[in-house]
């Protein structure tokens, strides 16, 4: 809560059960035997900022995010310690992207969605 941008980059492997979770560049925590081997299928939701206690339900305001959300993307890959800086940095997307703030189709509560270039501007 100290008003400023961060970027927020969770890595997972499914293949290796790890995962990996960096901060503004920085690797923070990661671990192991974490949904090894499973799938992701196509054709469902995601869901942004709320934290649900059912699939696709159970929303309770007291667990939702409050503040803004100036990007965000998911690929079909994990990606490098490498790629991930560049991101953070805006240096560019690798390839890979399969969803972002792009194919958002539905809003509900009290989010508002807006254009605007401040990416660019992030510091």
């Not at 309770?60 to 994990?78: H, K, L, P, T, Y």
């Not at 991930?84 to 958002?104: K, T, W």
Request: proline share 1%; aromatic share 8%.
């Amino acid at each position: 809560m100290d008003a400023r941008w961060h970027h927020l980059c969770v890595v997972w492997s499914s293949i290796q059960g790890r995962f990996w979770h960096y901060v503004d560049r920085r690797l923070t925590s990661s671990g192991s035997h974490f949904r090894k081997g499973w799938e992701i299928h196509g054709g469902g939701s995601v869901v942004l900022g709320q934290e649900q206690d059912v699939v696709g339900g159970g929303f309770d305001s007291a667990e939702g995010f409050a503040g803004q959300i100036a990007g965000f993307r998911m690929w079909n890959r994990v990606l490098s310690t490498s790629e991930v800086e560049g991101v953070a940095e805006g240096r560019g997307l690798p390839r890979g992207v399969v969803l972002g703030m792009e194919d958002i189709k539905e809003v509900h509560g009290e989010v508002q969605q807006v254009a605007c270039e401040c990416l660019e501007h992030c510091v």
